[in-house]
Nanobody, 124 residues
């Protein structure tokens, strides 16, 4: 099993930055592709970003491209999401995900492991 624990969420004003962290523990050799999804109240869960184990491939949702950056530190078994120029529409619970497959995916069902989520609220 793999445990994922997110941190770094909070309440910020529009235009501010936040960095989310996700620490993996347990069978971390199963955390090849990792990423982030988010879910706003009353909306479907949506893909945000993903990264391969070596960081050679990243993928971003169009809505965050150019503002968010995903990265990982394998020595610390941690993946990060740097969020800049935050907008009110970025308000959501952000979930860290991991899968044993090597390639990234935008499909939430492709991920084997999910964190408990961290709340990000952006005020206007």
């Amino acid at each position: 099993q793999v445990q994922l624990v997110e941190s770094g969420g909070g309440l910020v004003q529009a235009g501010a930055s936040l960095r989310l962290s996700c620490a993996a523990s347990g069978r971390t050799f199963s955390t090849n592709a990792m990423g982030w999804f988010r879910q706003a109240p009353g909306k479907e869960r949506e893909f945000v970003a993903a990264i391969t184990r070596r960081g050679s491939r990243t993928d971003y949702a169009d809505s965050v491209k150019g503002r968010f950056t995903i990265s990982r530190d394998n020595a610390k078994n941690t993946v990060y999401l740097q969020m800049n120029s935050l907008k009110p529409e970025d308000t959501a619970v952000y979930y860290c995900v991991a899968r044993s497959a090597l390639v990234v995916s935008r499909n939430p069902e492709a991920y084997d492991y999910w964190g408990q989520g961290t709340q990000v609220t952006v005020s206007s």
